[in-house]
């Protein structure tokens, strides 16, 4: 698995570990601090536009939108181009913003920084270098509370039936980080035990 690029010199704030956290858990969008970065957007990703996303789908060609795999009528996925580039970023800034899909809203490339999971390979480096680059504002309690994810991070990184995919890995820990949490333990094998749960979790859902 390729790793975060960490930075050596440069460096951006990524706001309060905790407030970030709370966002994580409980809301959706991400009030993410990208400034002129777009590099999530120049990386490969295929966004999911789903029936919800009716303000986006008004402003996206329909010759850009392809019907999502695996998934009922309404459910599109636009794609990229040759260099990996969403096609809706018109001279480096989205010609959509203020209508982009809730997948670009929810998109929050700090759970790499958090997890110690990069976000791919040769393909997502720049994704990879920006997240390298994050800098929490910690207290000594949101200290302890990162390392753990970290911990949790390297050690799904070395399990057989974890994920492949970058976002879904970082994503994960961070819902095994919360099962430790809840349940007060921190041992492997309650990791372990959390992991199984997730991993049949998904797999019963239709
Ligand atoms: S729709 Fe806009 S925010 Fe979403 S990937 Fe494309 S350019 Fe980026």
Request: glycine residues 12%; contains cysteine.
């Given at each position: 698995?390729?790793?975060?690029?960490p930075s050596r010199d440069v460096t951006h704030a990524a706001g309060s570990f905790s407030v970030w956290l709370e966002q994580q858990q409980t809301a959706r969008g991400s009030d993410v601090p990208c400034g002129s970065c777009t590099a999530c957007c120049e990386s490969g990703y295929f966004v999911h536009i789903t029936p919800e996303d009716g303000d986006a789908l008004t402003h996206i060609p329909e010759a850009l939108l392809f019907k999502a795999p695996a998934r009922p009528a309404g459910h599109y996925?636009?794609?990229?181009?040759a260099r990996g580039r969403c096609p809706m970023l018109?001279?480096?800034?989205?010609?959509?913003?203020?209508?982009r899909p809730q997948t670009c809203r929810d998109f929050d490339c700090r759970?790499?920084?958090a997890t110690g999971i990069a976000?791919?390979?040769?393909?997502?480096?720049?994704v990879n270098a920006r997240a390298g680059q994050w800098q929490f504002s910690l207290t000594d309690a949101e200290q302890i509370e990162l390392s753990q994810m970290q911990r949790v991070?390297?050690?799904?990184?070395?399990?057989?039936?974890?994920?492949?995919?970058?976002?879904?890995?970082a994503l994960l820990s961070l819902e095994l980080w919360g099962d430790?949490?809840?349940a007060g333990d921190f041992s492997t094998e309650v990791l372990?035990?959390?992991l199984t749960r997730r991993i049949q979790q998904r797999g019963s859902r239709p």
């Open positions: 698995m390729p790793e975060l690029i996925v636009m794609g990229f181009d018109e001279d480096g800034q989205c010609a959509i913003y203020e209508h759970v790499f920084a976000a791919g390979g040769d393909d997502k480096i720049r991070g390297a050690w799904l990184l070395a399990q057989p039936d974890a994920p492949s995919n970058g976002t879904q890995l430790l949490v809840d372990r035990a959390a």
